[in-house]
């Protein structure tokens, strides 16, 4: 009866039809049906949540992704905490050609079930912006980050590790180490700490250990007065 409940449920509410895609490096949670996955890494320790669909992305340890969420072409790091209906990898059609229909700048037959350049001839053009240095993902996200919910995530953008990105936020722009940013378009509000103590937790890549590693050192780290020793 389990068994066959569970495959009703599976024809119901596929994971995804891309699994055969999926990479896992470690105990990966899926807290509720629906969620799509292809082409994506997990650090390990991770939990998706219900509705989530996720491509082409590099998924750190113990990062979570809530429910509802749309994440394309994005780098996360270790430690993330993404909340629900968080949106990256929109795409962008070039201002510069004769139209901004993408018919004109790449080949849409698969998309659209046509293209205007039966040779096979069509202009080179990526509409996915890149961060600095990077080649493969459109956003990139540090370690010890918390998004908030309903936030939009343009292309080309990093996050810098240990910041905040408030509830409805739509982030165009790089975000610093340890900011606190909010608002449309997103703007610096504050930093968690100060300067001494952000260099000191960069300094410290806490975020490398695993959740095991660092329940060994737990005694060392009083998380109030932001002292630890790893």
Same mark, same amino acid.
């Given at each position: 009866m389990i068994g066959a409940l569970?495959?009703?449920?599976n024809i119901l509410f596929p994971l995804s039809n891309f699994r055969e895609k999926l990479k896992v490096k470690g105990k990966v949670f899926f807290n509720g049906a629906g969620s799509r996955v292809m082409a994506t890494e997990f650090g390990g320790y991770?939990?998706?949540s219900r509705d989530v669909t996720l491509m082409n992305c590099s998924i750190g340890i113990a990062t979570? &992704?809530?429910?509802?969420s749309r994440l394309i072409g994005s780098k996360i790091g270790n430690y993330c905490s993404i909340a629900d209906n968080v949106y990256?990898?929109?795409g962008q059609h070039p201002l510069d050609c004769i139209s901004t229909h993408p018919v004109f700048f790449y080949d849409t037959k698969s998309q659209l079930g046509y293209n205007i350049y039966p040779?096979?001839?069509v202009p080179v053009y990526d509409p996915f912006k890149k961060p600095d240095g990077e080649d493969k993902y459109s956003s990139v996200i540090g370690h010890d980050v918390w998004i908030g919910s309903h936030v939009m995530i343009m292309d080309g953008v990093t996050i810098g590790t240990g910041a905040v990105v408030g509830?409805?936020?739509? &982030?165009?722009?790089?975000v610093p180490p340890y900011a606190i940013v909010a608002g449309v378009p997103a703007k610096v509000i504050r930093y968690r700490h100060s300067q001494e103590v952000i260099d000191e937790l960069l300094k410290s890549e806490w975020w490398e250990k695993t959740p095991i590693e660092l329940s060994?050192?737990?005694?060392?780290?009083?998380?109030?007065s932001l002292r630890f020793k790893l």
């Amino acid at each position: 009866m389990i068994g066959a409940l569970r495959r009703i449920s599976n024809i119901l509410f596929p994971l995804s039809n891309f699994r055969e895609k999926l990479k896992v490096k470690g105990k990966v949670f899926f807290n509720g049906a629906g969620s799509r996955v292809m082409a994506t890494e997990f650090g390990g320790y991770n939990m998706i949540s219900r509705d989530v669909t996720l491509m082409n992305c590099s998924i750190g340890i113990a990062t979570y &992704v809530n429910h509802n969420s749309r994440l394309i072409g994005s780098k996360i790091g270790n430690y993330c905490s993404i909340a629900d209906n968080v949106y990256s990898g929109f795409g962008q059609h070039p201002l510069d050609c004769i139209s901004t229909h993408p018919v004109f700048f790449y080949d849409t037959k698969s998309q659209l079930g046509y293209n205007i350049y039966p040779d096979g001839n069509v202009p080179v053009y990526d509409p996915f912006k890149k961060p600095d240095g990077e080649d493969k993902y459109s956003s990139v996200i540090g370690h010890d980050v918390w998004i908030g919910s309903h936030v939009m995530i343009m292309d080309g953008v990093t996050i810098g590790t240990g910041a905040v990105v408030g509830t409805g936020s739509v &982030v165009t722009k790089d975000v610093p180490p340890y900011a606190i940013v909010a608002g449309v378009p997103a703007k610096v509000i504050r930093y968690r700490h100060s300067q001494e103590v952000i260099d000191e937790l960069l300094k410290s890549e806490w975020w490398e250990k695993t959740p095991i590693e660092l329940s060994e050192k737990i005694d060392n780290f009083d998380v109030k007065s932001l002292r630890f020793k790893l």
